[in-house]
């Protein structure tokens, strides 16, 4: 994604999570409700695991 980036966090026992699309304007937040194949959607994306702090400092309003 040239113009950003998405954060998710994923609660893999309630499948519920938090994404975070971090661009030039800023960080924009939403929480989604997930399915038991999120997992495997996201890996088939090619979405990679990454330190959870970096999503912390974002929803956290630490970073923009």
Request: charged share 30%.
């Given at each position: 994604m040239p113009n950003g980036k998405i954060l998710l966090r994923v609660n893999p026992i309630q499948f519920k999570?938090?994404?975070i699309w971090?661009?030039?304007q800023g960080?924009?937040?939403r929480t989604?409700?997930?399915d038991a194949d999120?997992?495997?959607?996201l890996k088939l994306?090619?979405?990679v695991e990454v330190?959870?702090?970096e999503f912390?400092?974002?929803l956290s309003g630490l970073l923009e």
């Open positions: 999570g938090t994404e971090v661009n030039k960080a924009e937040m989604l409700e997930l999120i997992f495997e959607d994306d090619g979405f330190n959870p702090m912390n400092l974002y």
